[in-house]
């Protein structure tokens, strides 16, 4: 992004607390557009259960969702190339870019100066042997390739994650570390200009939102949007560790559990994963918080335009 130009608005914070609709609140005052940063809504079909914003509130342009059908390999490498390209894209046009998040990597993919190894992008022959011996042998003998070839980066990763397992050993491939590049996470310099706007919720409000929103959910029709997705093929995409909601659906519809057994999972995992983006964004010191408690979207509003507006490198529009 060139100087002169407004810095990104980013806005962070966990799950259920409120980011797409100051996103859209945001843009609207400052001629802005949204840039998702959402590891999941970048999936075709899977609208329901990564809580996408419905067509008909899009009232400003939306970027970063629908980008690949599910299963698709997609990585923060790739995200950055493309996030930066859309930033760039909305200052050209003279607008506002409002990064909204909640996938803590993806966010700082995008803001900083992240160089990621050639084996991090898609579509390499790396990737492709260890994904066919996942299929083959499971999850144990990979991550026992990735500890006979690096045993310091196999520490760092737990044998069930196979996405990192497979991630490390494509670094590995590639002449770099997985463990050395978790180390230097920390000291990555910014690129990108930006104010980092956090909403803050206590957890135990966040929890009852979690649980009204995955109740909505349900009444939505997640059950049915799971079923389609599986009989077009995408069990891989649906199933996979990160598919919250999806994959415990799936599995109750493959009758290895109930559905109300599945939704309880499901309100289960979702407060663990609003736990580690809390974790992930109050650990970053450029965050200004907000208070989200009331979950009124005005008085958010107020509070993140104070925020911007006393920014010095704000220029008002």
Same mark, same amino acid.
């Given at each position: 992004m060139q100087d002169g130009r407004n810095p990104v608005l980013a806005v962070v914070?966990?799950?259920?607390?409120?980011?797409?609709?100051?996103? !859209?609140?945001l843009a609207k005052a400052y001629c802005g557009e949204v840039v998702g940063a959402d590891s999941m809504q970048v999936y075709k079909g899977m609208d329901?259960?990564?809580?996408?914003?419905?067509?008909?509130?899009r009232v400003v342009p939306h970027h970063g969702i629908d980008?690949?059908?599910?299963?698709?390999?997609?990585?923060?490498a790739l995200y950055q190339s493309y996030a930066r390209n859309v930033f760039e894209d909305i200052s050209d046009r003279g607008g506002t870019a409002v990064l909204c998040g909640g996938t803590g990597f993806y966010v700082r993919a995008a803001i900083?100066?992240?160089?990621?190894?050639?084996?991090?992008?898609?579509?390499?022959s790396v990737r492709d042997l260890y994904q066919a011996m996942l299929r083959e042998k499971g999850p144990s003998a990979v991550w026992e390739v990735l500890r006979d070839a690096d045993p310091e980066s196999a520490s760092k990763v737990h044998p069930n994650d196979s996405?990192?397992?497979?991630?490390?050993l494509e670094m590995h491939e590639a002449g770099e570390s997985y463990a050395?590049?978790?180390?230097?996470l920390g000291s990555v310099r910014q690129r990108i200009p930006a104010i980092f706007?956090?909403?803050?919720?206590?957890?135990?409000?966040?929890?009852?939102? !979690?649980?009204?929103?995955?109740?909505?959910?349900?009444e939505e029709g997640l059950v049915d949007e799971v079923e389609g997705l599986l009989a077009r093929g995408f069990r891989e995409g649906v199933t996979a560790k990160h598919a919250i909601g999806y994959k415990e659906v799936a599995a109750a519809l493959e009758g290895k559990t109930s559905m109300d057994e599945a939704f309880v999972a499901i309100k289960t995992a979702t407060r663990r994963y609003a736990k580690r983006q809390r974790t992930w964004f109050g650990g970053d010191p450029r965050v200004k918080w907000m208070d989200g408690n009331s979950g009124n979207v005005d008085d958010m509003l107020e509070q993140a335009c104070e925020i911007v507006e006393a920014d010095g490198r704000?220029?008002?529009q």
């Amino acid at each position: 992004m060139q100087d002169g130009r407004n810095p990104v608005l980013a806005v962070v914070g966990p799950t259920a607390s409120g980011k797409s609709a100051l996103a !859209i609140e945001l843009a609207k005052a400052y001629c802005g557009e949204v840039v998702g940063a959402d590891s999941m809504q970048v999936y075709k079909g899977m609208d329901i259960g990564t809580a996408k914003v419905p067509f008909a509130k899009r009232v400003v342009p939306h970027h970063g969702i629908d980008l690949v059908d599910p299963g698709e390999p997609y990585s923060a490498a790739l995200y950055q190339s493309y996030a930066r390209n859309v930033f760039e894209d909305i200052s050209d046009r003279g607008g506002t870019a409002v990064l909204c998040g909640g996938t803590g990597f993806y966010v700082r993919a995008a803001i900083d100066d992240y160089d990621f190894a050639e084996g991090e992008q898609a579509g390499n022959s790396v990737r492709d042997l260890y994904q066919a011996m996942l299929r083959e042998k499971g999850p144990s003998a990979v991550w026992e390739v990735l500890r006979d070839a690096d045993p310091e980066s196999a520490s760092k990763v737990h044998p069930n994650d196979s996405k990192r397992v497979i991630r490390a050993l494509e670094m590995h491939e590639a002449g770099e570390s997985y463990a050395r590049r978790l180390e230097a996470l920390g000291s990555v310099r910014q690129r990108i200009p930006a104010i980092f706007l956090g909403i803050g919720v206590d957890r135990e409000v966040l929890n009852a939102r !979690i649980d009204r929103r995955v109740d909505a959910m349900r009444e939505e029709g997640l059950v049915d949007e799971v079923e389609g997705l599986l009989a077009r093929g995408f069990r891989e995409g649906v199933t996979a560790k990160h598919a919250i909601g999806y994959k415990e659906v799936a599995a109750a519809l493959e009758g290895k559990t109930s559905m109300d057994e599945a939704f309880v999972a499901i309100k289960t995992a979702t407060r663990r994963y609003a736990k580690r983006q809390r974790t992930w964004f109050g650990g970053d010191p450029r965050v200004k918080w907000m208070d989200g408690n009331s979950g009124n979207v005005d008085d958010m509003l107020e509070q993140a335009c104070e925020i911007v507006e006393a920014d010095g490198r704000w220029r008002q529009q």
